[in-house]
């Protein structure tokens, strides 16, 4: 329903507070473990919950003062949390439409922080979504095949329809292609502490070493 109401109406209804109220305790009770649930039903929700998210990021881009009401703390301590975007950081490696709209999302939330400091500040000070995506394209690069099965005398290099044919190396290359969107988009601490993550989290010592083994 709520994604429905969003979509809609834009930004409009946020501006109420007897929409956002209710929309914010449904949100908060995302973020807390999930009861239970047959897999399909778990699908079902999942795919509503990442289509509000996204409808609310698009929301946001048009009314960037309507981001206060979507950090709040979940303690006395530390600092609020961006509940939008804690809760799309768990989709970010997530294959099929679900993954890619919350990938979208991201993005949507990330290029926010250019327009706003506190935004920026949260990403790269007190999320761990750079922690997330350097350890995810290390997970994947470590499932890729060792060695292609080349048909064609004449083949000398990967073209797209290749990689969409190899599952591990299409998913490696889009969490490559999303880290890469990020850094275009994203507050200059956040595209500093991503690439800082990248050298020393990814490149040194997972590329380096397979390279030297080649």
Request: some cysteine; hydrophobic content about 45%; charged content about 20%.
């Amino acid at each position: 329903m709520f994604e429905t109401l969003v979509s809609n109406s834009q930004h409009h209804l946020l501006e109420h507070e007897s929409f956002h109220r209710p929309l914010l305790k449904l949100l908060a009770l995302c973020s807390e473990d999930w009861f239970p649930m047959e897999e399909e039903k778990k699908l079902e929700v999942e795919k509503k919950l990442v289509d509000l998210l996204d409808h609310l990021c698009i929301s946001l881009m048009h009314n960037t003062e309507l981001l206060g009401l979507f950090f709040h703390s979940s303690s006395h301590q530390g600092p609020d949390r961006f509940i939008i975007f804690t809760l799309l950081i768990p989709f970010v490696h997530r294959e099929g439409a679900i993954g890619h709209q919350a990938r979208d999302a991201l993005l949507k939330c990330i290029s926010l922080s250019v327009m706003n400091e506190y935004v920026g500040t949260y990403i790269a000070d007190h999320s761990d979504m750079c922690l997330v995506l350097v350890t995810g394209l290390s997970a994947l690069y470590s499932e890729l095949p060792r060695k292609l099965d080349v048909e064609l005398e004449e083949w000398h290099r990967l073209t797209p329809d290749d990689v969409n044919d190899i599952p591990k190396l299409a998913m490696f290359m889009n969490s490559l292609v999303f880290c890469n969107a990020v850094v275009q988009v994203a507050h200059p601490k956040v595209k500093t502490q991503l690439m800082e993550f990248l050298h020393q989290g990814f490149l040194v010592p997972v590329m380096g070493p397979a390279l030297l083994q080649v």
